[in-house]
T-cell receptor, first 113, second 114 residues
Framework: KNQVEQSPQSLIILEGKNCTLQCNYTVSPFSNLRWYKQDTGRGPVSLTIMTFSENTKSNGRYTATLDADTKQSSLHITASQLSDSASYICVVSAYNAGNMLTFGGGTRLMVKP | KAGVTQTPRYLIKTRGQQVTLSCSPISGHRSVSWYQQTPGQGLQFLFEYFSETQRNKGNFPGRFSGRQFSNSRSEMNVSTLELGDSALYLC?????????????FGPGTRLLVL
């Protein structure tokens, strides 16, 4: 069964600090992995998409890494801001499954002043 | 370009009723996917439509159905509502639904079943 697990479930950090969120998956055959940011009451917004051959992708202060061998990904947030407070969701797509995505449970990040 | 829009934004229904939700994709996008989001189960894929045809379907009962019109607008219908159907229903669009394409999500319709 395709599964995506994220850790930690929740995280509180101080403004300006860095943090790293983890994602482990068992989706096969792997096509791509996405990180989304979801603000409370809003739809998810795409941060990064990585395919099998990519191991790092950045979007501003967000850097995602992918290790396809160990089936792990991480999202590193640098110099956190209050606006980074949101849920971060890891999503994995299986090859030939179109948009039939498997979602992780998300990490709820709170950035405090 | 206008983003993905969903109507209505909020809805309250009672058990046994049926409901229809609407999604207008970004102009030019032909793939529309629907998702259910609940606190307990997180985000789950319902189905995807492309060129008026259902292309993929998740593991939901037949009470959940959808359709897509020639202008790519999509509707989702839930019949015989149950309390457990209370959720945020999200739709997302992309140009052709290719596996590497970014999906753009709408704000969602929050459904409460009493």
């Amino acid at each position: 069964k395709n599964q995506v697990e994220q850790s930690p479930q929740s995280l509180i950090i101080l403004e300006g600090k860095n943090c790293t969120l983890q994602c482990n998956y068992t989706v096969s055959p792997f096509s791509n992995l996405r990180w989304y940011k979801q603000d409370t009451g809003r739809g998810p917004v795409s941060l990064t998409i990585m395919t099998f051959s990519e191991n790092t992708k950045s979007n501003g202060r967000y850097t995602a890494t992918l290790d396809a061998d160990t089936k792990q990904s991480s999202l590193h947030i640098t110099a956190s801001q209050l606006s980074d407070s949101a849920s971060y969701i890891c999503v994995v797509s299986a090859y030939n499954a179109g948009n039939m995505l498997t979602f992780g449970g998300g990490t709820r990040l709170m950035v405090k002043p | 370009k206008a983003g993905v829009t969903q109507t209505p934004r909020y809805l309250i229904k009672t058990r046994g009723q049926q409901v229809t939700l609407s999604c207008s994709p970004i102009s030019g996008h032909r793939s529309v996917s629907w998702y259910q989001q609940t606190p307990g189960q997180g985000l789950q894929f319902l189905f995807e439509y492309f060129s008026e045809t259902q292309r993929n379907k998740g593991n939901f009962p037949g009470r959940f159905s959808g359709r897509q019109f020639s202008n790519s607008r999509s509707e989702m219908n839930v019949s015989t509502l149950e309390l457990g159907d209370s959720a945020l229903y999200l739709c997302a669009s992309s140009p052709s639904g290719g596996p590497g394409e970014t999906q753009y999500f709408g704000p969602g319709t929050r459904l409460l079943v009493l």
